[in-house]
């Protein structure tokens, strides 16, 4: 029997690219400085939840098969949009990639 594990993506500004320092002054200026702190802090929080249970000892990954919601190419293209997000800091990348 096979499983699906779900990961919804909740992108950070690594993952945004070019966007993403514009996204931040725009939130900030509607949200104020705090609240984007706030929202920044519950990102990291998921990632590192993410992270953790990925990490875990005795799961094992081996086999497991990884599909990108959005991600519209694969094989190399894939990954070089990939190692590009990991440059960039997206947690997301780093844990597909790794």
Same mark, same amino acid.
């Given at each position: 029997?096979? +499983?699906?594990?779900?990961?919804?993506?909740?992108?950070?500004?690594? =993952?945004?690219?070019?966007?993403?320092?514009?996204?931040?002054?725009?939130?900030?200026?509607?949200?104020?400085?705090?609240? !984007?702190?706030?929202?920044?802090? #519950?990102?990291?929080?998921? !990632? =590192?939840?993410?992270? +953790? !249970?990925?990490?875990?000892?005795?799961?094992?990954?081996? *086999?497991?098969?990884?599909?990108?919601?959005?991600?519209?190419? =694969?094989? *190399?293209?894939?990954?070089?949009?990939?190692?590009? *997000?990991?440059?960039?800091? +997206?947690?997301?990348?780093?844990?597909? #990639?790794?």
């Amino acid at each position: 029997m096979r +499983s699906l594990i779900y990961v919804p993506i909740i992108h950070s500004l690594a =993952d945004m690219g070019s966007m993403g320092s514009e996204l931040r002054e725009k939130s900030i200026a509607r949200l104020g400085e705090k609240e !984007w702190e706030n929202h920044a802090e #519950t990102i990291n929080g998921y !990632w =590192d939840a993410i992270e +953790s !249970w990925f990490s875990k000892p005795g799961l094992n990954i081996s *086999g497991m098969k990884i599909y990108q919601d959005a991600m519209f190419v =694969d094989d *190399g293209m894939a990954m070089n949009i990939l190692a590009e *997000g990991v440059k960039s800091g +997206s947690r997301n990348s780093s844990i597909v #990639t790794n």
